[in-house]
């Protein structure tokens, strides 16, 4: 295959402006829920006060309650007790009650490590344990209660794709059917991708009724949008499925698995936002002088953006300091770079050198399209020689269950610049997933100090 990339106009007229997601919802309640707890707990131990010393103040000669809950909500948040499976089944009192033992603990350890001489009454202490776990599980119902009755798919979203195999949906689900629609589930289309992506963007699972002959190409969808996805196989219709979640009464083949929880992510954007903005506040006199030398070298603007594929296959636009004059930008990036590029100003050549004509993705990334480490987002045109990524390596859209980010695995193990080879391509395929399915903050940590030691690099051209 070659390097075409054919995308009709109607193709690019569907992409959906805005994803439909229920994460927002879910997170206020995850909020909520946790603010319950913590109150929950209080109130056990006032309660407890009350019945050991007959006031409802919190009668402790130390500070208990006041260590108490932070180290609680801490190992409460980190063991799932705030996750969509704790609000589906009883997983979610366990897990918050196993939490609770686990925060009581770690007081009872700190106070002998510290050597705590206060004396609290074991009876306050064990009553007020008690009451709590009562409280909890009896709020944790309620709540779970009023998700189930009162939120239902707008909490957990479940889609039923149609393409070419029609079924029943059952109630709970939305309903997309791709015919009906006039959308084309084609691999070597990245618009339709990313429209295909846009509709299920967000959902907890999706589960998928193809034709025989398009289950492989849904199975490379589901793992590079990056969500719980199943297959149905009609064979499966009769016999039922092992392990079938409430509510959910399709019977599918799991052929992936959703990407990054919502507290790896919270963590992640955390870490993003925490180095982020104060280097954008440190940087911005620098950006400004290259900016206006970037305005002074060379006729138009001073920003270079580019349609790239994201996270989930999604396409955004990335921000660079314009290195090339104008006339000669390559938006679609169907020509690699070179060494000797005359497409390059000498100001680009010097910035690209030094890696600063990336400095405006950190804008990206207060954004959301980016973060500080992740797999490179490439231009739509990119080839490995004479291919287009995805045509050397139908595994190259799965490097987008996460987001693409400013630096990466690759780019510190030495693999930028141009792909003149397949192995060129290949050797960072193979950094990129490995960095996906390793994925943690000390990782992210690694790869960031890393980077400074390749800023400047005889790839970077």
């Not at 709020?139 to 189930?148: A, D, H, K, P, T």
């Not at 045509?391 to 792909?419: C, N």
């Amino acid at each position: 295959m070659t390097g075409n990339l054919a995308v009709s106009p109607d193709t690019r007229a569907k992409i959906p402006a805005r994803p439909i997601t229920t994460e927002s919802m879910r997170v206020m309640v995850y909020l909520v829920q946790m603010l319950l707890d913590l109150l929950a707990i209080c109130l056990a131990f006032a309660i407890s006060a009350l019945i050991r010393h007959g006031t409802f103040g919190f009668v402790m000669d130390s500070a208990t309650l006041i260590t108490l809950l932070p180290v609680f909500a801490i190992v409460a948040f980190y063991s799932g007790a705030y996750s969509y499976e704790a609000f589906a089944t009883r997983v979610g009192i366990e897990r918050v009650l196993s939490s609770l033992a686990l925060a009581l603990a770690f007081n009872a350890l700190t106070s002998v490590a510290l050597k705590d001489g206060t004396d609290i009454s074991r009876l306050f202490l064990f009553v007020g344990v008690g009451i709590a776990a009562l409280l909890i599980s009896a709020e944790r119902l309620v709540v779970q209660w009023f998700v189930g009755q009162k939120l239902g798919a707008r909490f957990i979203r479940r889609v039923l794709v149609i393409d070419g195999e029609t079924v029943e949906a059952p109630p709970g689900y939305e309903v997309f059917d791709m015919a009906a629609l006039g959308i084309v589930a084609d691999p070597n289309d990245p618009h339709a991708l990313h429209q295909i992506s846009g509709l299920l963007y967000g959902a907890d699972q999706v589960v998928v009724s193809a034709a025989r002959d398009r289950r492989e190409t849904w199975s490379l969808f589901l793992k590079g949008i990056g969500c719980n996805g199943e297959l149905l196989l009609p064979e499966l219709h009769a016999i039922g499925h092992l392990s079938l979640d409430r509510g959910a009464t399709l019977a599918g083949i799991p052929v992936s698995t959703g990407r990054l929880d919502i507290r790896s992510r919270l963590l992640k954007r955390l870490f993003d936002l925490a180095i982020t903005v104060p280097a954008i506040i440190v940087l911005t006199p620098l950006m400004l002088v290259i900016a206006v030398l970037v305005k002074l070298s060379s006729p138009g603007p001073v920003l270079f953006r580019q349609r790239r594929m994201g996270r989930s296959n999604r396409l955004f636009d990335v921000y660079k300091f314009r290195t090339m004059r104008e006339e000669s930008c390559d938006s679609d990036g169907r020509r690699s770079t070179a060494r000797d590029d005359d497409r390059i100003t000498p100001l680009g050549r010097i910035l690209r050198r030094t890696s600063l004509d990336e400095l405006p993705q950190l804008f990206n990334v207060v954004e959301g399209d980016m973060s500080l480490v992740g797999p490179r987002p490439h231009a739509l045109g990119s080839l490995a020689g004479d291919q287009l990524f995805w045509h050397v390596d139908r595994r190259y859209w799965l490097r987008h269950a996460i987001k693409p980010g400013i630096t990466g695995l690759a780019q510190v193990r030495g693999f930028r610049g141009a792909t003149d080879h397949r192995d060129d391509l290949m050797l960072r395929l193979q950094c990129h997933l490995e960095y996906a399915s390793r994925w943690s903050l000390f990782i992210d940590a690694y790869i960031l100090l890393r980077t400074f030691a390749v800023l400047v690099h005889k790839r970077a051209y």
